[in-house]
């Protein structure tokens, strides 16, 4: 079965530079949600985009922003990189409310 | 805002020994989600509870709700060494269905043979 696919699995960024994070949902999922994990955490809620509207907000920073585009897929962007953003972004997408799957997320690093 | 508490953080068991875990949120929930992520991986989807008092099984897993919509439980009968991994409930506020889950801080699950 067809998963969330998300690119790049793995990012070096310098401090202060900026970075897109992209996500694929599962065919026919019209909800999209990205989370924050760091190091031995959970994750935390950024933001979700439900029929390409931003649909609700979690503790995404004003550097970062994000939208849903037409075709469904997601782009988170990423700017003014400080090394406290250096963590695991998850997508996740969902055909309606409540179950949520996961990609398999894109690996920050910021140096 | 909302907060999901979850304990115990590790849990060590011997292989076949039972395993629980407890999570509770400091506001009623619209649903509660349990979650297993592997060490590397991702969060892999267990199971959803929504209405007050269901319990809900899946072979050796046993997931209950409370009455109140407030806290929840997975018990793990005869664990095996394929249960190793963080377990994390997340629950969603009833405000709307695309809102995002606030996650507890895991239970890690270590199994020794």
């Known amino acids: 079965a067809a998963g969330v696919i998300q690119s790049p699995r793995h990012l070096i960024k310098e401090k202060r530079e900026t970075a897109t994070l992209k996500c694929y949902p599962i065919?026919?999922?019209?909800?999209v949600y990205w989370y924050q994990q760091g190091p031995g955490q959970d994750p935390q809620f950024l933001i979700s985009f439900y029929e390409k509207m931003q649909s609700d907000k979690g503790s995404i920073p004003d550097r970062f922003s994000a939208q849903q585009f037409s075709d469904y897929h997601s782009e988170l962007n990423m700017s003014s990189l400080e090394l406290g953003d250096s963590a695991l972004y998850f997508c996740a997408s969902s055909p309606r409310e409540g179950e949520q799957y996961f990609g398999p997320g894109t690996r920050l690093t910021v140096t | 805002g909302q907060q999901v508490m979850q304990i115990p953080q590790y849990q060590h068991v011997q292989e076949g020994e039972d395993f629980t875990t407890y999570c509770n949120s400091s506001t009623t929930l619209s649903n509660i989600q349990w979650y297993k992520q592997r060490p590397g991986g991702h969060p892999v989807f267990l199971i959803q509870?929504?209405?007050?008092?269901e319990v809900k099984k899946q072979k050796r897993l046993t997931f209950q709700f409370g009455e109140a919509k407030k806290n929840s439980s997975l018990h793990i009968t005869a664990t095996q060494t394929t249960d190793v991994g963080t377990y994390f409930c997340?629950?969603?506020?009833?405000?709307?269905?695309?809102?995002?889950?606030?996650f507890g801080k895991g239970t890690h699950l270590i199994i020794q043979p």
């Open positions: 997340a629950g969603q506020s009833p405000g709307g269905g695309a809102d995002g889950l606030t």
């Open positions: 065919p026919r999922h019209d909800t």
């Open positions: 509870l929504v209405k007050s008092g």
